[in-house]
C-alpha cells in the first residue's frame, strides 16, 4: 500500500470536501481504510468489518462521494431536454439514531456544494 493512498486527496473528492473533512480534523485514512477503499475504488464489491468506532462509515463515506463527484462530472455536459440525469447515492444504516447522525453529519460535510442530504427513517422523512 503506498503511503499516498493512506492521503485523502488521492481518492478523487473536490476540494470542497477534502476543506470540510480537514475542518473536522481528517487528513489521512488508516492502512486499513486506504486497502478497503482501493479494493472498492474500480466498483467492485467490498464487504468489510471493524470494531465499532473504528471507521466504518468514512470508508462508505469517501467511496459513496467520490462516485457522486466523478458521476456529476461526467453529466455536467450532458445537455438533452429535461431528463438531465440524476447523481444520487444511497447509505443504509440499522439504526434510526444512526440515520439522524449521519444526515447532521452529511449535511454539514457537504454544505459548500450543491448536494442535497435527505434521512428516511423507517417509513417517515426526517
Not at 37 to 53: I, K, Q, R
Not at 63 to 87: C, E, F
Request: glycine share 10%; proline share 5%.
Amino acid at each position: 500500500m503506498a503511503p499516498d493512498k493512506q492521503q485523502l486527496a488521492a481518492w478523487g473528492l473536490p476540494q470542497t470536501l477534502l476543506a470540510a473533512f480537514e475542518r473536522n480534523g481528517l487528513k489521512s485514512l488508516y492502512p486499513w481504510q486506504a486497502a478497503a477503499l482501493e479494493c472498492a475504488a474500480g466498483g467492485g464489491n467490498l464487504v468489510y468489518c471493524a470494531p465499532t468506532s473504528g471507521g466504518k462509515s468514512l470508508v462508505a463515506e469517501v467511496l459513496m462521494l467520490a462516485r457522486l463527484h466523478a458521476t456529476s462530472q461526467q453529466i455536467k455536459s450532458y445537455k438533452r431536454g429535461k431528463n438531465k440525469p440524476v447523481t444520487r447515492g444511497l447509505l443504509v444504516l440499522p439504526y434510526i439514531s444512526i440515520v439522524a447522525e449521519k444526515t447532521v453529519h452529511l449535511t454539514k460535510l457537504l454544505a459548500g456544494m450543491k448536494w442535497r442530504v435527505q434521512g428516511y427513517k423507517g417509513e417517515t422523512e426526517g
